[in-house]
């Protein structure tokens, strides 16, 4: 049993018949709080319906807004944004169906509150400018390079 923390985007994957959760968790000792973010999967196929943590990461971004999709083969498309900047990860499992974030991009704006697209060429999204003027983006999945050390700590 995996207790909820706050939900910060989910998706469904019909091929595989789940729900993907990207949630914040916070642990709170006397002196400080650590902040995690965690993705969790709960598959709706299987007669109990518990969600599983697949991965887990320490959450130091200022990244206030999510969005989470299904890639065409399978993988895991989070965008996350905040301070006019935005991240675009691929999130990607072994053989073992262990997850593990793979490639990302880094581009200006901040996400709006509208749904995101994934298909065989990329993602498509759209962002906002301080004026509420909103942009259509696209980021071809040949533009995301692999992860780098500290680049997950730009996303979440």
């Not at 906002?128 to 259509?136: F, L």
Request: hydrophobic share 45%; proline share 5%; charged share 25%.
């Amino acid at each position: 049993h995996v207790d909820l923390g706050e939900v910060l985007a989910a998706t469904y994957d019909p091929v595989a018949d789940a729900i993907y959760v990207l949630e914040e968790v916070t642990e709170a000792r006397r002196r400080w709080t650590r902040r995690r973010a965690r993705l969790l999967r709960v598959d709706l196929h299987e007669q109990q319906k518990q969600a599983i943590v697949l991965v887990e990461w320490p959450r130091i971004a200022p990244t206030t807004r999510f969005a989470l999709g299904v890639g065409p083969e399978g993988d895991l498309v989070l965008v996350g944004s905040g301070l006019g900047a935005h991240a675009v990860l691929r999130l990607a499992s072994d053989s073992e169906a262990r997850w593990a974030p793979s490639h990302v991009a880094f581009v200006g704006g901040t996400l709006a509150e509208v749904p995101m697209t994934t298909d065989s060429r990329g993602v498509s999204f759209v962002t906002a400018d301080p004026w509420a003027r909103e942009t259509a983006r696209g980021v071809r999945w040949s533009d995301l390079r692999p992860l780098r050390s500290g680049d997950l700590g730009r996303c979440l």
